[in-house]
């Protein structure tokens, strides 16, 4: 698959510091580049692909180096190791949970996000742990392929909560689930999708929390078919939630499917 991708992150308008980081199928940027605010493009057509989203928690410092941690062990993720590519990322998952989760040792506790889209041909597998989320826009339709590992989400799973009442619940952004939980709490992450048959045209947004709690889910779909050019709407996400607050640390990626 030929792929044009584009990322940018901002630290919004009221946190100190920016602690989300991003895999663009190669590139990452160094905690002082995120606290910065970034925009990188790439363009690949190698049959393995790999683009990530990863929001730090743990407050300051500490979540900014686990979001780097995790996106600087992502270029050795190989699809094709030993397993099924399925199992080759949940095990890649698990490790990277366990190193993360003992390098905060003696430490502040600290975690990340992730959310993930790894391509292998004409296919891809939609990865997360957390609540960072992945769209994709496919035939005319939008949609959301995670479901968030929140406290309010469990909450809506049980019946105990409606939908519309999470935007405001008080545990809508506890996290069930994060990359640096104790492995044997975390034994079952990640969330993985089945195989996406992929094809000329999709789109896939993914993107920390920052956007999805500033920017209405309808806005973020009219953004991406205003235009083709993915560092252009990247940047038009991202403004939005500034526009809105920014409240929050924003990162916002597009993955465009140009042709095979």
């Known amino acids: ?19 989300d ?10 905690t002082e580049q995120a606290y910065g605010g970034w925009l990188a493009n790439t363009e690949s057509n190698s049959k393995q692909q790999v683009y990530a989203v990863c929001d730090g928690m743990g407050g300051l410092s500490c979540g900014a180096e686990a979001a780097f941690f995790v996106v ?6 190989n699809l094709k190791w030993r397993f099924s590519i ?25 975690g990340c996000t992730i959310a993930m889209v790894c391509v292998w041909g004409q296919r891809a597998w939609v990865v997360h742990v957390g609540d960072s989320r992945v769209y994709l826009l496919n035939n005319s339709v939008f949609e959301k ?25 008080p545990e809508r952004h506890v996290l069930r689930q994060y990359i640096g939980m104790e492995p044997e709490v975390n034994a079952r992450i990640p969330s993985i999708t089945k195989p996406i ?4 045209g999709d789109i896939f947004l993914i993107c920390s929390d920052g956007l ?6 309808i806005e973020l779909d009219e953004m991406i078919r205003t235009t083709e050019n993915c560092s252009h709407n990247c940047r038009k996400m991202v403004d939005r939630a500034l526009d809105y607050g920014g409240c929050d640390n924003v ?4 993955i465009k499917v140009e042709g095979l």
């Open 1 to 19: 698959m030929r792929i044009k991708a584009a990322c940018r992150t901002h630290k919004g308008l009221v946190r100190e510091n920016n602690e």
């Open 21 to 30: 980081n991003f895999y663009l199928n190669g590139v990452f940027l160094s």
């Open 72 to 77: 600087s062990r992502l270029k050795d993720l």
């Open 86 to 110: 399925t199992e080759s990322i949940r095990k890649f998952i698990q490790s990277t949970n366990k190193s993360c989760f003992y390098m905060n040792q003696g430490n502040f506790l600290s």
């Open 145 to 169: 392929l995670t479901i968030d590992h929140t406290q309010a989400q469990w909450y809506i799973d049980q019946g105990i909560m409606a939908t519309k009442d999470a935007s405001l619940h």
């Open 197 to 200: 048959s992929i094809k000329k």
């Open 212 to 217: 999805t709690d500033m920017v209405p889910e």
């Open 251 to 254: 990162t916002a990626m597009l």
